[in-house]
Each structure stands twice: as C-alpha cells, then as structure tokens.
C-alpha cells in the first residue's frame, strides 16, 4: 500500500520555515547572516544576508547562523559542519529548527553545542515550496539554541513551549 505523503513529511527537504518562527529567529539574534540551506535565490524564504543553495557544506559558516536543514537519513552532516564552524569560532551564534529525536546520533551532535533548546507546544505548520502551508508534520519539531546570550533566545521564543536547560551548559 503507499504511503501518504504527509506521513513522509520527517523525510522532506522541502518544508519551509514559518514567518512567525523567523520573527523569533530575528528577535534573538538579530538579523540573519547565513542560511547555509536556501530554497531559492530569487525569493529565499529565510531573510539572510548570505545564502547556500547547493554547497552550505562545503562553505565557512561565519557569523548568526539559521539552519532548517534538508531532514532525512544524512542529517547529522548538517549538525556536525554547524560543531565544526562554532568550535572553530566561524559561527558565532545559531538557530536551528529541527526535531526531538532524541535517539539519534544528530541530536547528540547537536546537543553537544547547543545550550538551550525548546519543545514547542502545538506542531509547527511548514510552508510549503508553493508558498501555501505544507503537508503536515510528523514528527514533533524543537528549536535549538547555540551561542552564549541563552537569555535572548529563552525571552524572543518564551511563547513557544517548554525550555530544556541543556545541563552543563552555564550560559
Ligand atoms: C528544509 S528546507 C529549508 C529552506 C529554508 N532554509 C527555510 O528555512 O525555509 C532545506 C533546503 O535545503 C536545500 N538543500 C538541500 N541540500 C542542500 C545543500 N547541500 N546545500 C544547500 N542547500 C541544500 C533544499 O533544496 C531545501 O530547499
């Protein structure tokens, strides 16, 4: 029997961050420098100074990062380049959108640099390539923090859902 697309949405590359998110992204950091996973470069969805719509991998992550990375099996590639880049000191804050899975070896990656993360309280509605709400999610989304201003980050999403204090992280 196939399965319904929507069922496949945790496998999607395609699912577009909501403005109400990137209000909050933008509250915290201020204004986005790379969105190293562009949709496009004649109508981005993420209003970052810089883009990467093939090579975000391959390039240096400077400054505020916002990352909804192409979720599927090789995700982790995404987390690990983001440990690199703030280990490294290139990336010197980040948002990243993406989901509890807390068996995975990418979210231990993940949670190894981030200090914050929150588990929003209602499923979040991606937008789809067509500009019109996506399918709907599967999976339960949460929101990642890495930088050191977590005061920011808790106050610009408070509304969302519930904070996890990462423990070890002092910031
Ligand atoms: C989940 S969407 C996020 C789009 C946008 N950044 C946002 O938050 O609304 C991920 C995007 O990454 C793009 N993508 C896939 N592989 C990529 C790569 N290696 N480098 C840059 N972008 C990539 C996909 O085409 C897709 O549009």
């Known amino acids: 029997m196939a399965v319904p697309p929507a069922l496949l949405s945790h496998e999607s590359t395609e699912h577009y961050t909501p403005q109400y998110i990137l209000d909050a992204v933008i509250a915290c950091m201020g204004a986005i420098v790379l969105d ?45 380049k983001l440990y690199l880049e703030w280990s490294a000191g290139r990336t010197t804050e980040a948002i990243v959108l993406w989901k509890s899975a807390t068996e995975t070896a990418a979210w231990k990656t993940l949670t190894a640099i981030s200090c914050r993360v929150y588990f929003p309280s209602a499923r979040i509605r991606f937008v789809g390539p067509f500009g019109d709400d996506g399918p709907g999610p599967t999976f339960s989304p949460a929101l990642f923090y890495v930088g050191t201003q977590a005061k920011r980050f808790e106050e610009a999403f408070a509304q969302i859902g519930a904070l996890w204090v990462v423990p070890g992280k002092f910031y």
């Open 36 to 80: 190293p996973c562009s949709n496009s470069r004649e109508i981005p969805n993420v209003p970052a100074a810089r883009i990467a719509l093939e090579n975000g991998l391959v390039q240096p992550w400077e400054g505020r990062v916002f990352l909804n990375p192409p979720f599927g099996h090789d995700v982790e590639r995404w987390f690990s």
